[in-house]
């Protein structure tokens, strides 16, 4: 059975890098703006990994890693954010296991080796 990975990314041009990353990985590969766009169809599913950003307009770093642990089920968490600060990290950390962090610009061969 493939493997399937869920990448939530606002940035349209990290998204398409990272969709081409998993896909030639051989991963079944979902890509979505935000986590808004989840169809309820999709909540029951479960992914080998999450890649996904913090900065989402409207909604705080933590409160969403919250709903994010609330409607999706994985094994791995990748962030791949332009949000660097140590607080926010520490903060998020505490909420969830976070499996790599990865600050802009993000080495690619870094995220290949997490999965």
Known sequence: MQKRV???QGDLVMRKILERMFHTKGYDCHCLASLAE??????QSHFHVVVTDLLF????PQEYVLKLNGSIKYDKLFVVTMLGQEKIKR?????????GYF????????????I
């Open 38 to 43: 989840f169809k309820d169809k999709d909540v």
């Open 6 to 8: 869920l990448v939530l």
């Open 103 to 114: 600050d802009y610009p993000v080495d690619l061969k870094e995220i290949e080796d997490k």
């Open 91 to 99: 903060s998020i950390s505490r909420l969830t296991t976070i499996d």
């Open 57 to 60: 307009r409207g909604i705080s």
